[in-house]
Structure formats: C-alpha cells, structure tokens
Nanobody, 121 residues
Framework: QVQLVESGGGLVQAGGSLRLSCAAS????????MAWFRQAPGKEREFVAAIPRSVVKTFYADSVKGRFTISRDNAKNTVYLQMNSLKPEDTAIYYCAAKDGAYVYSNYDYWGQGTQVTVSS
C-alpha cells in the first residue's frame, strides 16, 4: 500500500513557474513508476509526465514537453514536477500516481488527493 500527498500548487501568472512535490509512504517507493496527471474543469484526467523506477528515461505529454520536468529522490520518497513557462491552459488539479509496472501512460494503482494549479493570463 502506498499513500501519496501532493503539495506545491497555487496561483501563478502566465510565464511563471511552480514546483509540485509528492511525498510517498512505504519502503518500496524506489520500485514504483511515478507519474503526474491533471484534470481541468469539464475535462477528463490526462497524463502529464512519468518517471520509471530505472530513471533511464522520462515521459511527457506533448503539451508540456520542454516546459515541465519530472524527477524523483528515492532517498526522500518524493517525486517532483518542475513547471516552467506556465500557460493558462495548464490550470488544473494535478495528481500524483504510482504503480508497480512498466507501462507509464495508464493503469496506475495509487493516487494522491490532488493539488490545484491556477495560471492567470
């Protein structure tokens, strides 16, 4: 069982930056694939970024590629999402997710409660 707690959301102007954090409980954090998803009002939840346990390669949605960076610190049981050059269309609730598997784009087993990110124009 893994519990995930996100933090770092808030209100920022377009072009600004935020860093989201997701703290995970449990002793097997390093074995999980970690990801960020987001859900905007009236839209379905969508994949944003993922980092496998191997950390050899990271994965991003086309809409955030080049602006967002996902990273993890296994010693701190934490995954991060650095968000730069934010746009109003990035406004959403951002969720941290974890799974014990290799396919990064879906079928996550554990979810955080979400953190709100609002980007003003």
């Amino acid at each position: 069982q893994v519990q995930l707690v996100e933090s770092g959301g808030g209100l920022v102007q377009a072009g600004g930056s935020l860093r989201l954090s997701c703290a995970a409980s449990g002793r097997t954090f390093s074995s999980y694939t970690m990801a960020w998803f987001r859900q905007a009002p009236g839209k379905e939840r969508e994949f944003v970024a993922a980092i496998p346990r191997s950390v050899v390669k990271t994965f991003y949605a086309d809409s955030v590629k080049g602006r967002f960076t996902i990273s993890r610190d296994n010693a701190k049981n934490t995954v991060y999402l650095q968000m730069n050059s934010l746009k109003p269309e990035d406004t959403a609730i951002y969720y941290c997710a974890a799974k014990d598997g290799a396919y990064v784009y879906s079928n996550y087993d554990y979810w955080g409660q979400g953190t709100q990110v609002t980007v003003s124009s």
